[in-house]
């Protein structure tokens, strides 16, 4: 075994070195793959920094499929070491596979997380398919293509063509004309192609699927690509703008997590500050002091409790980990919505320093929506190489793209709940309604509810509309008599992203136990006096506006910063990525739902307020003020803890 920063790994067998260095009329030749691999792991033993060129000259040199296979195995000394290939590295590693005829490798190094794929080009992308292509491997093909996607490899136009043709060889009717809308829409889709892709429908009896009344050279790609966005959509008229409509989940995850314009994943600004040093509680006298160097940090950016109270607040989390009968003689965590990394760092601190022993056989992943995110993740957790990893994907679709953890493990989510999406729904005269949004117009449209998430979404959070103030039947007799109006709310915000998120758990990790934190509930928005919606005052719905697209039960909180300015807004429709969007969660509906996705019992989940929690499991002296106040306990009153 090959001792490795705390961690041990299997030494890769590495074959015999070849002798020849010269060739028989005396030139230097090319240095061959049994030396450039014996480097390498030369270099690791001496505990060098590995150098990537030989990495790449490593996959050049390969001459047979064994040599593939070894020169993989080598990707995960780089990645311990935080050493990336560069784009020619990929290259040549997928010539590698392409010549030996080896792309199932190239799959399985792909399936397996490495790195090695953030820096495919779309050019050998392209190279694979026209490769898989001449074999007629369409299924190869496709499962490479959506593999490559995860780690955002982006199509060009070649790429689509070469996609759709492999849809077609696979009869995979359905997923072409997804596809061919997708590229459609960005303007990727050669003439040539969509008459190919014509006359393969036709031949299979698909031609009325895509095509108008008649076949017009001149508009032809318009008509077949307004037909199909048509059918993906489910669709029978209201045209161009009726397509570009959204449900209000989508619009509200296209508006935090979009890839270019998403509010934390956009490059244009900083939305999260993390401390280097925990603040200096024992130094304020009271609450004022501390209230005013939280306001100075707020003016950084957003601050959520485990940069607040770093590392305290993260060090509870793994003291209960450690006190809890679920930990044996090994650990898993998972964590979401990590941040800058803050929780897992301080976590994998605490759990080194008080259970070395366990610490041996931890196991910490990160799973985080944004590349930029996740980028800071991994450089906080550096000093955690080969425990802690991050992989870079969207939680609800974790369960299509990766196999199932049936271990016992943790599940971390630290303030996720609040931005997960949500549906909004309407009920009038008994029926049923879910809303679209135009992001063309930013205004919303009301449908009959037919959207199957939306129904198990209210199945498994039952709310009851229309919402009312909730007074005793006497007071309600008094207002009536005094002809003070009851205010009633028939929609209402639906939590669809914690049903998926549930599904997530149900599938991908099914032995769980969750720790998750959230706001329980939100103060009134600071709206403008010339707000063209004013707020509502609903007892039961204080977010809530008088009218407009926040009229509505557990309406979000709608908030951007500027110059260290937080302004509110009076609507979710804001343009993409100007401003965070988020919701409190009711704690006792998700029990609910949780329980019955999990299929677990009520007495094994427990709602416990945040205070509670920490005057538990923190050390709550280091963060006592002067006087006695301390913020661990007193601020942050409105949020609490779902644990299972």
Request: charged share 20%.
């Amino acid at each position: 075994m090959l001792a490795l920063r705390g961690r041990s790994i299997v030494r890769l067998r590495v074959p015999l070195l070849h002798v020849a260095s010269f060739s028989s009329d005396g030139a230097p030749v090319k240095p061959q793959f049994e030396e450039i691999l014996r480097d390498i792991h030369i270099e690791n033993d001496a505990k060098k920094k590995p150098s990537v060129h030989k990495l790449t000259a490593l996959f050049r040199s390969v001459t047979s499929r064994q040599d593939l296979i070894e020169a993989a195995k080598t990707l995960r000394i780089y990645e311990v070491n935080f050493v990336d290939p560069k784009q020619q590295t990929a290259g040549e590693f997928i010539k590698a596979a392409i010549k030996q005829d080896a792309e199932d490798l190239a799959l399985k190094t792909f399936q397996q997380h490495h790195r090695i794929g953030m820096f495919v080009s779309t050019g050998s992308l392209n190279n694979l398919l026209v490769h898989l292509y001449k074999k007629k491997d369409h299924a190869s093909a496709l499962t490479l293509y959506r593999e490559l996607k995860l780690y955002k490899v982006e199509p060009n136009v070649e790429t689509y063509s070469l996609v759709l043709r492999h849809l077609l060889g696979a009869n995979e009717f359905a997923q072409l004309l997804d596809t061919l809308a997708t590229a459609g829409a960005a303007n990727m889709v050669k003439a040539n192609t969509l008459n190919h892709i014509l006359i393969q429908l036709t031949k299979h009896g698909k031609h009325d699927e895509v095509t108008d009344n008649g076949y017009h050279p001149d508009n032809y790609a318009f008509s077949m690509l307004l037909r199909t966005l048509r059918h993906v959509h489910g669709a029978s008229g209201g045209g161009h703008r009726r397509q570009m409509s959204m449900l209000t989940r989508d619009y509200i995850h296209k508006c935090l997590y979009s890839k270019e314009v998403g509010y934390f994943t956009s490059e244009k600004r900083e939305v999260l500050h993390a401390p280097k040093e925990p603040m200096a509680f024992h130094d304020f006298w009271g609450k004022r002091e501390y209230k005013a160097a939280l306001a100075k940090l707020y003016q950084e950016a957003w601050m959520t409790p485990v940069e607040v109270f770093y590392p305290y607040y993260s060090h509870a989390i793994a003291n209960y980990m450690l006190m809890s009968p679920f930990t044996t003689d090994k650990l898993s965590i998972y964590e979401i919505g990590g941040g800058a990394g803050t929780n897992a760092k301080c976590i994998l601190d605490y759990i080194q320093e008080q259970a070395p022993a366990l610490y041996e056989h931890t196991t910490y992943t990160l799973i985080e929506i944004s590349p930029r995110m996740a980028a800071r993740q991994r450089e906080r957790i550096k000093d955690h190489a080969g425990v802690a990893t991050v992989i870079n994907t969207d939680i609800l679709t974790y369960s299509a793209q990766f196999p199932a953890f049936k271990d016992s493990c943790y599940f971390v989510a630290m303030e996720v709940l609040d931005n997960l999406p949500h549906d909004k729904v309407l009920q009038d005269g008994g029926e049923w309604f879910e809303t679209w949004v135009d992001p063309t117009t930013l205004s919303e449209q009301r449908r009959p509810l037919e959207d199957p998430l939306v129904r198990q979404t209210l199945d498994h959070f039952p709310i009851d509309l229309p919402l009312r103030e909730g007074y005793k039947p006497a007071t309600r007799f008094v207002r009536k008599a005094m002809g003070m109006a009851d205010k009633t709310l028939h929609s209402a915000f639906v939590p669809t992203g914690a049903m998926q998120l549930l599904h997530t758990l149900h599938t991908s990790f099914p032995k769980h136990h969750l720790i998750a934190a959230d706001f329980d509930e939100l103060p009134a928005p600071s709206l403008d006096a010339s707000s063209s919606h004013p707020l509502f005052h609903h007892p039961r719905s204080p977010t809530s506006t008088a009218s407009g697209p926040l009229h509505a039960a557990n309406a979000p909180l709608v908030a951007s910063k500027t110059a260290g300015v937080t302004c509110d807004h009076d609507t979710y429709l804001v343009e993409g990525g100007i401003a965070d969007v988020f919701f409190s969660t009711d704690f006792v509906k998700l029990k609910h739902a949780y329980c019955l996705a999990q299929h677990r019992q009520a007495h094994q989940v427990s709602i416990v307020k945040s205070s509670a929690f920490l005057q538990e499991f923190a050390d709550t002296a280091k963060t006592r003020t002067i006087l006695g106040y301390n913020p661990l306990l007193e601020d942050y009153a409105n949020t609490s803890f779902i644990l299972s």
